[in-house]
């Protein structure tokens, strides 16, 4: 693992997000989108630590349906999520990037900006 990969790893991520955006406004099938990203990104062999940016209510998911909740929202268990991918990101983009790579495990933090499709607004 390199610190190159990190960083593909997240300009995936930001896709990713976008492309389940696409296509909930083309009428697609945005939850089978979503779940696919959610596998791909998120590592279910061991509890999951996500937190997600506008969640308030349950501020932490730690499994497969709480993760997908955030993005795609429509879980009465998650009443607060209204879709965060569903907002329709034109892109996504990361700032100030720090990467600690340490034998197979790989922290990173940064700044990610989100452009809206709807405006041009990041």
């Given amino acids: ?3 190159k990969d990190i960083i593909i790893f997240q300009e995936q991520w ?6 389940i955006g696409e296509d909930f406004s083309s009428k697609k099938d945005y939850a089978k989108t979503a779940r696919e ?3 791909n990104f998120y590592d279910f062999t061991k509890p999951l630590l996500f937190k997600p940016t ?3 209510e349950t501020q932490f998911r730690t499994d497969f349906e709480s993760a997908l909740s955030y993005f795609i929202g429509n879980n ?3 009443s607060e999520d209204k879709g965060f991918a569903l907002k329709c990101w034109n892109s996504i983009r990361f700032e100030e990037r720090n990467i600690i790579i340490l034998d197979n495990y790989a922290i990173a933090m ?3 900006f989100f452009k ?3 405006d041009d607004n990041e």
């Fill in 1 to 3: 693992m390199t610190e």
């Fill in 14 to 19: 930001g896709k990713g997000v976008v492309k």
């Fill in 37 to 39: 990203f959610v596998k």
């Fill in 54 to 56: 506008l969640a308030s």
């Fill in 76 to 78: 009465e268990l998650y």
């Fill in 110 to 112: 940064g700044n990610y």
């Fill in 116 to 118: 809206s499709s709807n």
